[in-house]
């Protein structure tokens, strides 16, 4: 109890800071197209058993406190970028797994996108999609923490996506719920890192500073309904765990990506690519075990994507087409969330797991014909 009392005491100040920063920042600035909000938010859930391994300590139910500060981009020149209007912001949670001596504590900074779905006078739906970095205050030791196999990092990965709904209580004040669902890897730097997936429902409260209508504006522009070529690169950093003759490395896994992309409706499209990849850690577990083995992959893709703007958020299904190693699935899902920055480059991150496995984080950059 002492613990979870100095970490919300952290937390209140760190909330108190962030809001007072942002509200200076707020009101520098010309608003005259733009709406800010602070909002914050009460979680509870419960964590997904994804492996047998991990069944034991899966029992905890967690619970967070998150805040969030946030604009929106009222101008028609927004609107025309996806034929919606779009929450953009940074968002600071602590969530506590109530489980002290294993699982701990985390503290989640992420970068977020929020479009909004409908556009009544007093109520609007929302989808969110947020990156960032968590730092977790129990990790994996093989003699102090041995049952977490959930995360070995301290500093890990924290995406999060989830839908809302919001009704306005005044002009200032908006009540919320939403269902979000949670997920930490360190994207394979280090092993274990089985991953938590916890979703959560959440109650909370929405302050807009300064309250103006945001009205749908008339969809004057036709979907682009073209076919889009897409190329690019990834690269990410996969642990190999240390044996009782070798040492824990950290190598790499590099490789390209290609495909189309094609808009069905303004803000949905489909996607058809593939993968081909050189992981080094694959070569150096296979000597490790006296074997010859390929590090190169090669996957076919297909999915969906949101688009909002220059922002996306796509969901993958994959294939293994060649791989030089046994797997209990030929399957995996690739999610990634993007951003189309000038000159037609997108950069993002993505997130590839089997089933509810997670295996890898990357970093990814393609151009978009």
Same mark, same amino acid.
């Given at each position: 109890?002492?613990r979870?009392?100095?970490h919300?005491?952290?937390?209140?100040?760190?909330?108190?800071?962030?809001?007072?920063?942002?509200?200076v920042?707020?009101?520098?600035?010309?608003?005259?197209?733009?709406?800010?909000?602070?909002?914050?938010?009460?979680?509870?859930?419960?964590?997904?058993?994804?492996?047998?391994?991990?069944?034991?300590?899966?029992?905890s139910?967690?619970?967070?406190?998150?805040?969030?500060?946030s604009?929106?981009?009222?101008?028609?020149?927004?609107?025309?970028k996806?034929?919606?209007?779009?929450?953009?912001?940074?968002?600071?949670a602590?969530?506590?797994?109530?489980?002290?001596n294993?699982?701990?504590?985390?503290?989640?900074?992420?970068?977020?996108?929020?479009?909004?779905?409908?556009?009544?006078?007093?109520?609007?739906?929302?989808?969110?999609?947020?990156?960032?970095?968590?730092?977790?205050?129990?990790?994996?030791?093989?003699?102090?923490?041995?049952?977490?196999?959930?995360?070995s990092?301290?500093?890990?990965?924290?995406?999060?996506?989830?839908?809302?709904?919001?009704?306005?209580?005044?002009?200032?004040?908006?009540? &919320?719920? #939403?269902?979000? /669902? *949670?997920?930490?890897?360190?994207?394979?730097?280090? +092993? =274990? $890192? @089985?991953?938590?997936?916890?979703p959560?429902? &959440?109650? #909370?409260?929405? /302050? *807009?500073?300064?309250p103006?209508?945001?009205?749908? +504006? =008339? $969809? @004057?522009?036709?979907?682009?309904?073209?076919?889009?070529?897409?190329?690019?690169?990834?690269?990410?950093?996969?642990?190999?765990?240390?044996?009782?003759?070798?040492?824990?490395?950290?190598?790499?896994?590099?490789?390209?990506?290609?495909?189309?992309?094609k808009?069905?409706?303004?803000?949905?499209?489909?996607?058809?690519?593939?993968?081909?990849s050189?992981?080094?850690?694959?070569?150096?577990?296979?000597?490790?075990?006296?074997?010859?083995v390929?590090?190169?992959?090669?996957?076919?893709?297909?999915?969906?994507?949101?688009?909002?703007?220059?922002?996306g958020?796509?969901?993958?299904?994959?294939?293994?087409?060649?791989?030089?190693?046994?797997?209990?699935?030929?399957?995996?899902?690739?999610?990634?969330?993007?951003?189309?920055?000038?000159?037609?480059?997108?950069?993002?991150?993505?997130?590839?797991?089997?089933?509810?496995?997670?295996?890898?984080?990357?970093v990814?950059?393609?151009?978009?014909?």
């Amino acid at each position: 109890m002492p613990r979870l009392i100095r970490h919300l005491n952290l937390l209140s100040l760190t909330i108190g800071l962030l809001l007072a920063g942002y509200d200076v920042s707020a009101q520098s600035r010309d608003t005259t197209a733009h709406s800010y909000f602070i909002g914050i938010k009460a979680h509870g859930g419960f964590i997904i058993p994804h492996s047998t391994e991990i069944i034991n300590v899966s029992g905890s139910k967690p619970v967070g406190l998150q805040v969030d500060v946030s604009r929106v981009n009222r101008s028609l020149k927004a609107w025309n970028k996806c034929n919606c209007y779009s929450l953009v912001g940074l968002s600071f949670a602590y969530f506590n797994y109530q489980n002290e001596n294993v699982l701990g504590s985390s503290y989640n900074l992420m970068a977020y996108m929020e479009p909004l779905l409908t556009y009544h006078r007093k109520f609007n739906a929302r989808f969110r999609a947020a990156a960032g970095l968590t730092y977790l205050t129990d990790v994996y030791h093989a003699d102090d923490n041995p049952t977490n196999l959930f995360f070995s990092s301290t500093i890990s990965g924290f995406l999060m996506v989830g839908f809302s709904g919001h009704y306005s209580l005044s002009r200032h004040l908006n009540a &919320n719920v #939403g269902l979000h /669902y *949670n997920h930490i890897s360190n994207g394979g730097l280090q +092993q =274990p $890192n @089985k991953g938590m997936n916890f979703p959560t429902l &959440n109650l #909370g409260m929405e /302050y *807009n500073i300064n309250p103006m209508p945001i009205r749908p +504006q =008339p $969809n @004057k522009a036709p979907v682009d309904r073209s076919i889009h070529p897409f190329a690019g690169v990834f690269a990410n950093r996969r642990n190999v765990e240390a044996t009782d003759t070798e040492s824990s490395v950290n190598l790499w896994q590099v490789g390209i990506y290609s495909g189309i992309q094609k808009r069905f409706t303004t803000t949905n499209a489909w996607l058809v690519g593939m993968e081909f990849s050189h992981d080094a850690s694959i070569q150096e577990k296979g000597e490790r075990m006296g074997m010859a083995v390929s590090p190169w992959l090669f996957s076919i893709l297909a999915g969906h994507q949101f688009c909002f703007g220059r922002f996306g958020f796509s969901q993958q299904f994959g294939h293994y087409t060649y791989r030089d190693y046994e797997f209990r699935t030929d399957f995996f899902q690739r999610y990634a969330i993007t951003y189309l920055a000038a000159n037609r480059i997108s950069i993002g991150i993505s997130l590839k797991a089997h089933a509810q496995e997670a295996e890898q984080m990357d970093v990814r950059a393609a151009y978009v014909f």
